[in-house]
């Protein structure tokens, strides 16, 4: 009968172990020294080697010729351990076992020896799972127990075991297997069972099992059955959805090179191609943060999961952007990923947040800009501040305020109150057409109608995502007022941009009213320096202080 490969190869020797060098070096020194501990945990991520290597620990305890560090995978008590069918080495499933009268069959079952072999072993998987009350009827079983008995807990969450149970015990802490040890164990793998694997490919399982072995292997699996018995880079990608590095190359170029409408035709082909778009944002966030890491710790860090392409594709990268932009898109993607687990329009918001990155661009780092300032060197050229989303973009409410008259204010998104007139009109025409990512950008902005003219008015976070889909938006219009239509598409002004001018009075509320005091204000205001640094940075001066009035 098939047995799977993460079965079918489940080391019998501490040595076939992958990673995991501590636990192996201590367990094993343990048994040559005759110091075997009583309660063991074994903690660490799923499919790393936990119950793996309490079984090997039961084999090298209960071995004929033990205890030893190297007992025979071929003896008999080593064969019975492998299969799970020696009477004394109990494994236990405490996810179905977990309560006090579970526990109570154990400690019975504790008093009795071992009925052939040197030591009664209970594994207890997912021991996190066991309830307090059955815990608290442990605790003396695990102080005192018997000499024959040795206890191995493993579990994925050690922080849900009580103190007062791993202060009883000796703890090993599992990590995630090193992805290149991973890919060696697959070529091993690949190479006993006459499939042909390239590097890459291997490379592109490794990672998607995230230093679960078990995960991996599973995946070399689904591959193996995908394939056959030749396994190249390209298809196993494809069967796990992970961007190739051109794609990551494509999205890195957009934004070098400024262009929103390159990074929606990725999105475009990504839609096209059928994938999942939180998982597209998953590992283009691991890549971005590779290459960060990799601007640090140099293209060949260990630091890295990555394999051979990835790794010179990156070189590259990491000459054009900065460390502070590389850091800058990998806070942008992580809340992009955040967004994309509570949000219902998907591509949508892919879409908002991938323009994100292009409008973060490469920006000039503040102390370059203040220094500029100071000189009265040209600074670099910015991006657009009504083109650039705000930091809390895209949820927010639009900022434009409604004003009166003939205009239709649109109701915050949130809200998603059904409108009325020619916007609730609009509304529908795009609905009718499914395309629900205009809705919401529609129902952000404040339009306004006068015959065939339709203006509409975008915050800077919408805007260029309706200067981009400004042809759809006129075939919807069309179709509400039947001709065609004048669209005006203007990015809203925040009220504040009125109000920073030099001697906008209105700014000044700080400051006192005496008649020399918006002297100060005016001339502050119209100082060169401060004109220049408000304009920079698209910001206002709330309040100006008369410093000498302050030191008398
Ligand atoms: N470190 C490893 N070295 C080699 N193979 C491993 C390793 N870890 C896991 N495996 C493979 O994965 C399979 C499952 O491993 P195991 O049951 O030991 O994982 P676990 O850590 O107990 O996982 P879980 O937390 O899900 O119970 C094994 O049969 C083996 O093929
Ligand atoms: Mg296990």
């Not at 630091?303 to 990268?317: F, I, M, Q, T, Y």
């Not at 973060?360 to 040209?378: D, F, N, Q, Y």
């Amino acid at each position: 009968m098939y047995q799977v490969i993460a079965r079918k190869y489940r080391p019998q020797r501490f040595e076939e172990v992958v990673g995991q060098a501590h636990v192996k070096l201590t367990i094993k020194n343990a048994i040559a020294q005759g110091r075997i501990a009583h309660a063991y945990i074994f903690s660490g991520p799923r499919g790393t080697g936990k119950t793996t290597m309490a079984r090997i620990l039961a084999m090298a305890l209960n071995w004929e010729d033990g205890p030893s560090a190297s007992p025979d995978p071929d003896s008999q008590v080593c064969k019975e351990i492998a299969a799970g069918s020696s009477l004394d080495v109990v494994e236990i499933d405490a996810a179905s076992n977990r309560g006090i009268d579970s526990i109570r069959e154990l400690r019975e079952s504790v008093k009795f020896r071992p009925a052939r072999d040197r030591y009664k072993v209970f594994i207890i998987d997912e021991a996190h799972q066991i309830t307090n009350d059955a815990f608290n009827a442990l605790l003396k079983t695990l102080e005192e127990p018997p000499s024959w008995t040795v206890f191995v807990l493993c579990t994925t969450e050690p922080q849900a075991i009580p103190a007062t149970i791993t202060s009883r015990c000796q703890s090993f802490a599992f990590q995630a297997v090193d992805q290149q040890e991973v890919v060696q164990h697959l070529d091993k793998i690949c190479a006993s069972e006459g499939v042909a694997a390239d590097a890459d490919a291997l490379t592109a399982v490794a990672l998607a099992g995230d230093g679960s072995v078990r995960d991996s292997l599973s995946t070399l699996d689904q591959a193996i059955a995908a394939f056959g018995k030749k396994l190249e880079a390209k298809g196993v990608r494809d069967l796990l959805g992970v961007i190739p590095s051109e794609g990551t190359g494509r999205i890195l170029g957009a934004i070098r090179d400024g262009d929103p409408a390159a990074m929606l035709a990725v999105v475009d082909d990504l839609f096209q191609q059928g994938r999942n778009a939180q998982h597209f944002c998953g590992e283009l966030t691991r890549q971005f943060r590779n290459l960060m890491v990799m601007k640090v710790a140099g293209h060949d860090t260990r630091l890295v999961s990555a394999g051979h392409a990835e790794r010179e594709a990156a070189k590259d990268w990491i000459e054009a952007f900065s460390q502070d932009d590389l850091n800058r898109y990998v806070q942008i993607l992580l809340s992009l990923y955040q967004d994309l687990q509570s949000s219902t329009h998907q591509r949508f918001r892919l879409e908002v947040g991938l323009l994100k990155l292009v409008h973060a661009g490469r920006l000039a780092p503040i102390e370059e800009v203040l220094s500029g300032l100071r000189k009265g060197v040209p600074l670099p050229p910015r991006v657009d501040a009504e083109a650039r989303p705000p930091a809390d973009a895209p949820s927010s409410s639009p900022t434009a305020a409604p004003s009166p008259g003939a205009t239709e204010p649109a109701p915050a998104r949130k809200a998603a109150a059904p409108a009325s007139g020619f916007l609730g009109e609009l509304v529908r025409s795009l609905q009718d057409a499914g395309n629900e990512s205009l809705v919401d950008a529609v129902r952000a902005c404040r339009v306004e109608r006068e015959e065939r003219v339709v203006t509409v008015q975008a915050p800077g976070d919408w805007f260029p995502i309706l200067d981009l889909q400004k042809p759809v938006l006129e075939a919807a219009i069309a179709a509400v007022i039947g001709a065609k239509p004048d669209v005006r598409l203007v990015a809203a002004e925040p009220d504040r941009q009125a109000e920073q001018r030099p001697g906008g009075s209105s700014r000044n509320s700080g400051a006192t009213s005496s008649g020399s005091d918006d002297d100060i204000s005016t001339r502050a205001l119209s100082d060169p320096a401060v004109q220049a640094f408000t304009k920079r940075f698209d910001g206002r001066v709330t309040n100006v202080v008369d410093l000498r009035e302050k030191t008398q």
